[in-house]
């Protein structure tokens, strides 16, 4: 069994409902149907009924099962303006604004959410990542005495040696464009503990550069080796190091030579990119060239569990999301 059919096997098991506001998105109806008849959860999907009927009728799409809440007229409706105007009146939020941001199904999937009535959405095949996580960050927020949100990415690579038997997870690859030291390290033990709740493995975490100890010198190279002495200094106990080049966390030949003695060269299960840039071009190469499956942007630091999507995504990744999304309920 892979290890997206265990998550979604784990998944099933947890009877939860995941809440999918972009109603009018083919491969979002494609996995509202596949994610009920897989049973990985109960969907619900947030938006305009005939349109939902209209679209899933052309495309032979099965919602038997689905619940659909029509947003702009659901009962709740008024409640959640007035909760929403409570909880942003001190950053300014108006009742006539809180009555327009609820007019997206995003807004008022997280304001459902919110409001326990679901236990997780899934959003971002068609929205962008910034409209996504900027109603997350507004509403549901960081989990309690966590500054910092991330995400990774679940990467299943076909055919690798490397990492755990080709899985990886990548950070931050959706989310930070640009952390700081603190950041960094804070983005790299959040993930280590991803991959324990995600994966059930060990974290061996690479913290990347295009410097392995000391070959080149560098203020962005500075970055890197900062944030991996805070993670260490934090965490002593967990395997990092750094900075790697991506050949020396991944080939042990090549982690041998260029960071002889170290725990992580070669054997890195866990990549921590020092910039957006770095992690968001990664993520896409590997997918795309190495034909690879990337679930994610997966958000971490949450205080209930909130996922994105790329808008190059399939129904698939969308189900396989649902599935990690049932998961977060219970970290
Ligand atoms: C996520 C993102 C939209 C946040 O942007 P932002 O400009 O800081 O948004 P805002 O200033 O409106 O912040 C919204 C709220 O989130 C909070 N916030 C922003 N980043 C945060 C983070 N990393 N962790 C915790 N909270 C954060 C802000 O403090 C603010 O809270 P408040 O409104 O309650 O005071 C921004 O980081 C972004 O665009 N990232 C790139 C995403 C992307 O394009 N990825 C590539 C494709 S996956
Ligand atoms: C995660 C990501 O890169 O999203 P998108 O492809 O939608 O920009």
Redesign the pocket.
């Known amino acids: 069994m892979n290890v997206l059919e265990e998550i979604r096997n784990r998944a099933k098991s947890l009877k939860k409902t995941i809440a999918l506001p972009e109603y009018d998105d083919e491969r979002v109806l494609q996995a509202a149907e596949i994610a009920t008849r897989d049973q990985v959860a109960a969907i619900q999907l947030v938006g305009d009924p005939t349109i939902i009927e209209q679209k899933s009728k052309s495309l032979g799409i099965s919602l038997s099962g689905v619940e659909i809440i029509d947003h702009k007229k659901d009962q709740q409706r008024s409640e959640y303006v007035q909760s929403l105007y409570e909880l942003r009146k001190g950053k300014g939020l108006t009742q006539e604004q809180a009555e327009q941001w609820l007019e997206s199904s995003m807004y008022y999937a997280c304001m459902m959410l919110y409001h326990d009535r679901i236990d997780g959405i899934v959003s ?1 095949a068609s929205l ?2 910034p409209d996504v996580i900027r109603p997350a960050l507004q509403i549901i927020k960081t989990t309690p005495g966590v500054k910092l949100a991330s995400s990774c990415f679940l990467m299943v690579v076909p055919d690798c040696p490397y990492g755990s038997n080709g899985v990886f997870l990548y950070a931050d ?2 989310f930070n464009p640009n952390p700081n030291s603190e950041e960094l390290a804070h983005i790299a033990l959040t993930t280590a503990r991803s991959a324990i709740q995600l994966l059930g493995v060990e974290p061996i975490v690479a913290m990347l550069s295009f410097s392995t100890k000391g070959s080149a010198r560098h203020e962005l190279v500075d970055k890197v080796i900062e944030a991996t002495a805070i993670a260490h200094s934090l965490k002593p106990e967990l395997l990092i190091d750094g900075e790697l080049q991506g050949d020396a966390a991944l080939v042990p030949s090549v982690g041998d030579k260029k960071a002889p003695g170290s725990k992580v060269a070669g054997k890195a299960n866990v990549l921590i990119f020092p910039d957006l840039n770095a992690g ?1 071009i990664c ?2 190469l590997t997918e795309r060239l190495a034909r690879a499956t990337a679930i ?2 997966i958000l971490q630091g949450l205080a209930k569990p909130v996922n ?5 995504c399939k129904a698939q990744d969308i189900v396989d999301q649902i599935a990690v999304t049932v998961l977060q309920t219970q970290f």
């Not at 994105?308 to 190059?312: I, T």
């Open positions: 971002g962008s990542s690859s959706g968001n993520y896409k994610g942007p994105d999507l790329s808008r190059g």
